[in-house]
């Protein structure tokens, strides 16, 4: 243990937000050091050997651009690692970044992981961060990081719903006592919004838009109720023919757009409600139910789910930051670690 202590003072731990979007790295006594998409450029010569071209922002610049010999991909999809290799790279490439290289001791490295991975991805995930030079990886489920990061007191007996809207999945879950009560996962979020859009701008204004476009334009006047005041937004896309055109798409637009996935978010809430067990369901009606990801942030939609499950609803202070401080938290906690912690 006296060991342990020792080497605790020596090492600059790392909490990992591993998200679909977005990777948010803290070091311990550091806070956030890295806040990038979790994105990678590769480039393949005719023999199959693949090389690095970018990691991060630069990577995503390179999406929907890209040609024959180079690509750029999102290695996790929908919450799970679609590319263990391109995972594994774009982990070490970000851990190399931050770990002080005259730091003799690995890091310890505590990793959120969505609640439902199975036990093949969570030692996936291990792996990577192993050969990424951790000397320890602690996995973290990823809604108990939620609610930490939104300073929900996970010890207590009382029970809190919290949502975490991600790009590849929604996640609902319910703490209590230090654990997950119980969760649902659905993949109606962030990414599902833009492929929506994609499909209305398609099918009412015979415009093809790409991935990248159709976040844009969610982000500037996406909004989940009626607004006082409507948002619009030109936009530039191809049509059948091969010519490029403009229209203007306003919030109302979007909202019809969006009905599907949001009102899937609101189904596996209901589901959730429904299944809780009564006393924690009792909790809920004082706690009402917390929203944290960046998918949380489209306009209205705490009025809106609100209005629908008929609970308070609050967005977290800083949605697309939750996860990362509730990772940050548990490196900076060793009595919170021991409590959540159960492999
Ligand atoms: P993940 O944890 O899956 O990486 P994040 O919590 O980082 O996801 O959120 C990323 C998602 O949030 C993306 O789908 C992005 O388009 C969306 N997003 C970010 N900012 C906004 C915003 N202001 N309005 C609506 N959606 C947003
Ligand atoms: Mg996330």
New binding site residues.
């Given amino acids: 243990m006296l060991f342990d202590k020792i080497v605790g003072l020596f090492s600059s731990d790392i909490a990992m937000?591993l998200?679909?979007?977005?990777?948010?790295i803290s070091v311990k006594d550091r806070g956030i050091v890295i806040n990038e998409p979790?994105v990678i450029a590769v480039s393949q010569d005719k023999y199959g050997q693949k090389k690095v071209l970018a990691v991060g922002s630069a990577a995503k610049e390179m999406m929907g651009k890209t040609h024959k010999d180079i690509y750029a991909i999102q290695p996790i999809q929908g919450?799970v690692i679609a590319d263990f290799e391109m995972t594994e790279i774009m982990i070490k490439y970000f851990v190399a970044k931050v770990h002080r290289r005259k730091s003799f001791l690995k890091p310890r490295i505590v990793i959120c992981v969505p609640f439902g991975v199975t036990q093949v991805e969570r030692n996936a995930v291990k792996d990577s961060a192993t050969n990424a030079g951790a000397r320890e990886v602690i996995l973290v489920e990823e809604p108990m990081a939620a609610a930490i990061g939104s300073g929900i007191p996970v010890s207590d007996p009382e029970g809190y719903i919290i949502v975490?809207?991600?790009?590849?999945?929604t996640e609902v879950a319910v703490t209590a006592l230090g654990g997950l009560v119980l969760c649902r996962a659905t993949r109606a979020?962030?990414?599902k919004?833009?492929e929506a859009i994609i499909q209305y701008v398609k099918q009412n204004h015979k415009l093809l838009i790409g991935k990248r476009a159709a976040?844009r334009i969610?982000?500037a006047i996406?909004s989940a109720i009626q607004l006082d005041e409507e948002l619009t937004m030109k936009v530039n896309g191809r049509e059948n023919s091969g010519l490029l055109s403009t229209i203007e798409l306003s919030t109302e637009s979007i909202r019809l757009a969006i009905k599907e996935p949001l009102r899937e978010i609101i189904n596996i809430i209901k589901n959730v409600l429904e299944i809780m067990p009564p006393d924690l369901a009792a909790d809920a009606v004082d706690n009402g139910i917390i929203l944290?990801?960046?998918?949380s942030?489209?306009?209205g939609l705490d009025t809106y789910i609100s209005e629908c499950v008929k609970l308070p609803v609050e967005l977290s202070d800083e949605?697309?930051l939750a996860?990362a401080k509730g990772t940050s938290c548990v490196i900076n906690d060793d009595k919170l670690l021991k409590l959540i912690f159960n492999e």
């Fill in positions: 937000d998200g679909t979007a977005n990777i948010i979790a919450g975490d809207i991600g790009a590849g999945t979020a962030g990414d919004f833009d976040e969610k982000i996406g944290t990801g960046g998918g942030l489209i306009r949605p697309l996860v």
